[in-house]
């Protein structure tokens, strides 16, 4: 394996909190590796998997040292031309646990997503601890919270009654990207996201305005809002943290992300009932900008003509 990706995984696995442990070995051939008991995860990466490489009977020696104590296991081969499904074969694990990868950033953003889909009990702990988990666990809380306050601004049809399911979902999902990027938040800071995070009355109001001009898309529209309200308070989230803010400034950054939203709502309020004007049909075949209606009424009643012969005949 090229000597920058090994001292760049070994740098990446150098754990943020003193509960985060990880031991990196870098294999020689007739080296002998004792697993330590507390890890979880043993995670074995080479460069080639071909059989005259020397360190792939170290691996696999490993790998079977992994299974034997009940370890879950993942392999890492950074030559391209080798298949997920030949890496899996060879190390005896589901195609899922094998990562085919050439460069440091694709073996690290293909672990984050390994380490968010088999471990997700833990992968809180993870993200605070090693930096390359963070943005993909940030990424995965607010796709899922998005997903659920739309589907839940379709559904529930008692006025009023989605509205403390998505803010209590926004504020889960805040403290969630917050404790991925190590920002637990204090007593203090958690009043000030609450308040912020339940101003979404207002997009609420607009949603309601909206629907009045448009009543038969009205379950479309709480959707859409709760929906995209959802994505743009998790990013601005997510950026501030990945920008280094603390908890401290979270609370207006996510304020002025609202009101944004909110300013936005209105315009397009603003706007619905000439849109609204525009989509308007004419009111029967009979009116005269409607080419359609000419069309018919020529078809139901043809015209005629007299031949020589006396006969009518069809034009």
């Not at 879950?72 to 080798?82: E, G, K």
């Amino acid at each position: 394996m090229p000597a920058q990706i090994v001292d760049d995984l070994t740098l990446a696995f150098v754990p943020h909190t003193p509960h985060g442990r990880a031991s990196v070995d870098v294999l020689m051939s007739s080296q002998e590796v004792k697993l330590v008991n507390s890890v979880d995860v043993v995670i074995v990466a080479l460069s080639t998997i071909a059989a005259d490489n020397p360190y792939v009977a170290t691996a696999l020696g490993i790998a079977e040292d992994a299974r034997d104590e009940g370890k879950q296991l993942v392999v890492v081969c950074t030559d391209t031309s080798v298949l997920r499904a030949t890496a899996a074969s060879i190390f005896g694990v589901s195609i899922l646990d094998a990562i085919v990868a050439s460069t440091t950033k694709e073996i690290l953003d293909s672990l984050a997503s390994w380490f968010a889909d088999t471990k997700s009990d833990l992968k809180l702990a993870f993200a605070a601890n090693f930096e390359w988990m963070r943005r993909h666990i940030a990424k995965e809380a607010i796709s899922a919270t998005a997903m659920q306050n739309g589907a839940i601004g379709v559904v529930v049809f008692i006025p009023g009654a989605d509205l403390p399911v998505m803010t209590l979902n926004q504020a889960k999902m805040i403290l969630q990207i917050a404790a991925a990027y190590g920002q637990p938040m204090n007593k203090e800071r958690i009043k000030e996201l609450a308040m912020v995070v339940g101003g979404g009355f207002a997009l609420r109001y607009v949603a309601r305005t909206a629907i009045g001009f448009v009543p038969v898309l009205g379950w479309a529209i709480k959707g859409v809002i709760g929906y995209t309200g959802t994505l743009a308070m998790g990013n601005a989230a997510l950026e501030y943290f990945e920008r280094g803010g603390s908890p401290e400034g979270l609370a207006a950054k996510l304020q002025e992300v609202r009101e944004g939203l909110v300013k936005n709502a209105e315009k397009g309020q603003k706007a619905l009932p000439a849109a609204r004007a525009k989509l308007r049909l004419p009111k029967g075949p009979s009116s005269s900008k409607n080419p359609l209606a000419k069309k018919e009424k020529a078809l139901k009643k043809p015209r005629t003509d007299k031949d020589k012969s006396g006969y009518h005949k069809l034009a």
